[in-house]
């Protein structure tokens, strides 16, 4: 039998947030609206691409920049390698769009169901914090996030162990104590690799990576992470 409220003081559960609770693609119809050509989605996902690249290459490289840089950096690549021309104002205005990511439908129900459980949901996010205050602030998820933590606070971009170790310490948790929620394959490897449990949120149906440890549940919709972290026993593997 689970004592499921001790099991919820000593445990805490983290949401990424690009990919998994917003929808970095959801900016392909403002790219169409913006510029001509007709690419928006072949842009937004050249631009989300190239992003992670950065922040995964500016952390090898020590040289860390907040992730609204890396965003800026990375749309400007995304245009000129889609042969769009970018005036500053319109980068500017893309960029900020960001700011204004659609919610995942399964998002908003999720939390408020895990929030009805007992769970205190955090974000733990690349994002820089006033990029993330803004994208939970105006898709309304907010309301169901309790913390949230920006690599941003350690300059090092996921999936750096130190992120993980950062996290956990900002829960006053033992590194252990956290389940990671991620539709993004790299992080739930990170998360792993430092300790954490995790759970993968495949909605697209793609291929898990080849390298580092399997997420210890694997859910198509965050619809059904309430039943997984129900399941989930003190101190054992989360049920599948
Ligand atoms: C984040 C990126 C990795 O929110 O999606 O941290």
């Excluded at 994002?127 to 993330?132: A, F, I, L, R, T």
């Excluded at 690599?151 to 170790?165: G, H, R």
């Excluded at 993968?200 to 210890?216: E, F, L, M, S």
Aim: net charge negative; glycine share 8%; charged share 20%.
């Amino acid at each position: 039998m689970i004592d499921y409220v001790s099991d919820l003081e000593q445990s805490a559960v983290v949401f990424d947030l690009y990919g998994t609770l917003v929808d970095p693609i959801g900016i392909a119809a403002e790219v169409d609206r913006t510029l001509p050509g007709g690419r928006g989605s072949e842009l937004a996902t050249l631009w989300r691409t190239k992003q992670l690249e950065y922040s995964f290459r500016l952390t090898v490289m020590r040289a860390y920049r907040d992730f609204r840089w890396v965003t800026d950096k990375a749309l400007r690549f995304a245009a000129a390698s889609t042969g769009v021309e970018l005036s500053e104002e319109t980068a500017r205005h893309l960029v900020e769009c960001y700011d204004r990511l659609p919610a995942f439908a399964d998002s908003g129900p999720a939390l408020a169901a895990i929030r009805a459980d007992g769970h205190r949901p955090a974000v733990f996010s690349n994002g820089s914090p006033d990029m993330v205050e803004r994208v939970l602030a105006h898709s309304g998820l907010g309301a169901h996030i309790e913390r949230r933590i920006s690599v941003d606070e350690i300059e090092e971009f996921k999936p750096a162990p130190a992120t993980y170790q950062h996290a956990a310490r900002a829960l006053d948790m033992g590194i252990g104590q956290v389940t990671l929620v991620s539709c993004n394959a790299f992080d739930v490897v990170g998360a792993n690799a430092a300790g954490m449990r995790t759970v993968w949120v495949n909605r697209a149906g793609t291929t898990y990576d080849t390298i580092g440890g399997q997420p210890d549940a694997v859910v198509t919709s965050l619809a059904e992470l309430p039943d997984v972290l129900r399941a989930y026993g003190t101190g054992g593997a989360i049920a599948q």
